[in-house]
């Protein structure tokens, strides 16, 4: 063996008394002992690195703009349903098609001039059949009507005090643009997102109105004014809390000149949005989910961890983000994560077609269904140790199994139980 610095070769051990002997390789025991610690601590520390650094907007809720374009296969982008549906008319939808109107705003008569056959002509023959057809176009837009509010005012002839007209509220500066123009112009900044140099050239070309780009940017502040003191959001608040499940979400945006949050609370028909950091103060500003004691929809964001009114659901999508996680870190030794993933997407399917009146197949995989979050190995492999076996002579389901522990990870209790209920 090489000489190691620091280190007694075999024949100066040989040379030792036994005791002193003995002190020294419980030393290098102790030293072994400390150092295997120190390693597989190491090692734990670097396989949970590494993990870290393996995880993406499909194994995680990190958003898809955050994943590497080198580095991720373009099948692998997204758990999400793949579309079915072919562009155009879907099967079974009514459709629509344009008729003809009886008071057209133009009418234009195509007489033949001559015979097709011999060349006559046919300037005078009575007509023998007629075809009508009708074409639907825009026309250009009108210029702006420009209309004059004059304030009169007069003089009292009994006590000489000056009175001056009321204007119509909108009529504030020397010229202005009315009513119409503002919705139209928050129409294209707000209702469809439009940039604010976008929607002023759009408002220019399809109305003929020029305003400012400033004139635009500041339309989203008044309209914003103008919702809230409608109390249009707080009627929103109301209703959102009523509602049996609310889902929330936060996603950042860039608002006033800076980075912020927006954190949204919404059910398939009524939405709230508001902006703020990451925080929970910033999360009960919305209003809705402080007090809520329905179900709240979430990701395992801890910062909706004090809401303890509300019962807390796991997100479809991120329970399978999190399944394929597990599923990937030890893919030999977490089985159970792709039978969980089975149960939930046959679950899903089941609801979606008892909602819908279709017969449903509990137990199996529909061919052009969502993409599985697991190998396919691994899932058959999966719905086989899922067989009527496992329950006992009387039909119950047997014990449930402890949860399988996963090297180098320990997920936290991301939902608490609310007081005075008891996970199932």
Request: hydrophobic letters at 35%.
């Amino acid at each position: 063996m090489a000489d190691v610095p620091g280190v007694s070769s075999a024949e100066e051990l040989a040379a030792l008394p036994a005791g002193e002997l003995a002190a020294r390789l419980a030393e290098a025991y102790r030293v072994i002992g400390e150092l295997t610690a120190q390693v597989g601590a190491l090692s734990a520390q670097v396989e949970d690195l590494r993990r870290q650094a393996g995880r993406d907007s499909a194994t995680s809720s990190r958003p898809p703009s955050s994943d590497s374009p080198y580095r991720k296969k373009a099948r692998d982008r997204s758990l999400r349903e793949r579309g079915k549906r072919r562009p155009g008319k879907q099967p079974g939808d009514p459709g629509t098609t344009m008729t003809l109107i009886d008071d057209p705003d133009g009418r234009f008569w195509f007489p033949p001039a001559a015979c097709s056959g011999c060349g006559a002509g046919l300037a005078g023959v009575q007509v023998l059949a007629q075809r009508r057809h009708q074409v639907t176009d825009i026309e250009p837009a009108p210029p702006p009507k420009v209309t004059e509010y004059v304030a009169q005012a007069k003089q009292c002839p009994r006590c000489a005090a000056v009175t001056e007209g009321t204007l119509p509220a909108f009529v504030r500066a020397r010229a202005s643009y009315g009513p119409e123009t503002c919705a139209q112009a928050a129409n294209l900044a707000c209702g469809n997102y439009i940039p604010v140099g976008r929607a002023t050239a759009l408002l220019r070309e399809m109305a003929d109105v020029a305003v400012s780009t400033g004139w635009m940017a500041g339309i989203r502040g008044k309209t914003a004014a103008l919702v809230t003191g409608s109390g249009f959001l707080q009627r929103v608040r109301e209703l959102l809390k009523t509602a049996p499940a609310v889902h929330a979400d936060e996603t950042p945006a860039r608002a006033a000149g800076a980075m912020r949050y927006v954190h949204l609370a919404c059910t398939a028909y009524l939405t709230h949005m508001h902006t703020g950091d990451r925080s929970g103060q910033a999360i009960d500003a919305g209003g809705v989910l402080p007090g809520y004691a329905g179900i709240i929809v979430r990701d395992g964001y801890h910062g909706y961890g004090h809401l303890t009114d509300a019962l807390h659901a796991w997100c479809g999508a991120h329970l399978l983000r999190d399944l394929k996680d597990l599923y990937d870190f030890e893919p030999g030794q977490q089985d159970w994560a792709s039978q969980m993933a089975s149960l939930l997407i046959e679950a899903r399917d089941a609801a979606r077609d008892a909602r819908q009146g279709r017969p449903g197949r509990p137990g199996r995989w529909r061919p052009g269904g969502p993409p599985h979050p697991l190998p396919g190995a691994r899932r058959r492999r999966a719905r086989r140790q899922r067989l009527p076996q496992d329950r006992d002579c009387e039909g119950r389901p047997p014990d449930r199994p402890p949860v399988p522990e996963v090297r180098g990870h320990d997920p936290p209790l991301r939902h608490p139980p609310r007081p005075g209920h008891l996970h199932q």
